[in-house]
């Protein structure tokens, strides 16, 4: 699996992974610091909307000029603005409008990287699953070293060194995304109008039951799970424990998802959404521990948990992805369950705040807690979830293997 090619891309993955794991942190708390828990969750939406609004016309623009070139020019814009952002902090206080002036234009240029991502792996790898918990394991490296290291970073020198480090870290990945020798990419056919190639990704998602039964459960966990966690977690610990404490708590997180990448790596079910619907009733140890006010040790202990249901569930979830779809619409079906994942959670970013000071964010939280069991529930009831099929290695590579002269 160590390729010339996947030893670059997991280099750009795990490095600008690391400054994204630091990136919820630092806009946890700096922005938290000076307009408090309703100015995070608007900064994160600000990120998010223009991220769900372009997100299809990334994946349908990867399709045409293949996904290396569409995440190379995300790299060169978000280094502009993380850089931006740095300045802003080293020589001040920046306004709320312009952090949400930055945040939507790296939005719009993570809807324009992401779609690739999941295109790129099976350019670079032959075994997606292996490759998948690879970089997942990179990933909560990231998230155990990054939160951490930000918490650390705000306190010594302030937010301005974490936003230059995360404008480093997409530097590092541009550079290493150019440096790949690929061969041609499967591409969408030629002329056709970008609305027949978002027609064409849209039928090819719906027919698939699968694929959008997940995508309404997420859909519902956006509003209520996923939306308030930042917000109302970084306000909750950070006043009880101290600022510290929650970037350690988020390193906790990144520890439990290690531990799933590494069970992804080792174990390959037979049906591999229900394994990992089984694994995610485990994610509601997050909200849990948060709304019983848990001592230190158990928001840690949680975390952990949550992060290796969290891990297992990705990883199961990509690979599916990647090997019961073709390489030609790809890019634009991934583009269409990552938009169909994302597009409630600026919703329940933006409503915690007010939401928490009605009901209570211990309330909200517990909420949370019933809608993620709930949800695990509706994964392992739909037969067309329950019952998918992994796509053996072999059968991966001769549907790859090109055709006989």
């Not at 039928?203 to 109302?232: A, D, H, Q």
């Not at 001592?295 to 569930?313: R, S």
């Amino acid at each position: 699996m160590w390729s010339r090619n996947f030893s670059l891309y997991f280099l750009a993955r795990a490095v600008s992974l690391i400054g994204d794991a630091m990136l919820p942190v630092v806009t946890a708390l700096a922005v938290g610091r000076v307009y408090g828990a309703s100015g995070v969750g608007f900064v994160l939406a600000a990120w998010m909307v223009p991220f769900v609004a372009l997100v299809l016309f990334g994946g349908v623009l990867a399709d045409r000029f293949s996904p290396r070139r569409m995440m190379i020019g995300a790299d060169l814009v978000r280094i502009a603005t993380q850089g931006g952002t740095a300045v802003a902090f080293f020589t001040g206080t920046p306004s709320l409008a312009f952090l949400l002036a930055a945040a939507a234009l790296s939005g719009a240029a993570a809807a324009m990287f992401q779609p690739g991502v999941n295109g790129m792996v099976p350019l670079v790898a032959t075994d997606p699953q292996r490759a998948n918990a690879t970089i997942k394991v990179a990933d909560s490296m990231a998230q155990l070293l990054g939160p951490g290291l930000a918490g650390l970073l705000i306190t010594l020198t302030g937010p301005g060194a974490v936003y230059t480090i995360d404008a480093g870290t997409y530097l590092v990945s541009a550079l290493a995304l150019i440096a790949l020798r690929l061969g041609p990419a499967p591409l969408a056919t030629a002329g056709a109008s970008m609305l027949r190639n978002l027609g064409q990704g849209w039928r090819e998602f719906r027919s698939r039951t699968w694929m959008w039964s997940v995508i309404l459960i997420w859909v519902v966990y956006g509003v209520v799970l996923f939306g308030p966690l930042i917000p109302l977690g970084s306000t909750l610990i950070s006043a009880r424990l101290g600022a510290p404490a929650y970037g350690w708590i988020m390193s906790a997180l990144g520890a439990g998802t290690i531990l799933g990448g590494l069970v992804a790596l080792r174990l390959k079910p037979a049906r591999p959404l229900a394994a990992g619907a089984v694994g995610m009733f485990g994610f509601a140890l997050i909200p849990l521990t948060i709304a019983l006010h848990a001592p230190l040790p158990l928001l840690l202990a949680g975390h952990v948990g949550g992060g290796m249901a969290w891990a297992f569930w990705s990883v199961m979830w990509s690979t599916s992805v990647q090997t019961q779809v073709s390489p030609e619409v790809l890019n634009r079906v991934t583009a269409y369950e990552i938009a169909g994942s994302v597009a409630s959670i600026p919703i329940g970013q933006a409503l915690a705040g007010p939401v928490a000071g009605l009901v209570g964010a211990e309330h909200l939280l517990s909420v949370s807690v019933l809608v993620s069991v709930a949800g695990c529930v509706v994964l392992l009831a739909v037969p067309a979830i329950r019952r998918l099929r992994r796509v053996p290695v072999a059968a991966r590579e001769e549907a790859l293997a090109p055709e006989p002269a």
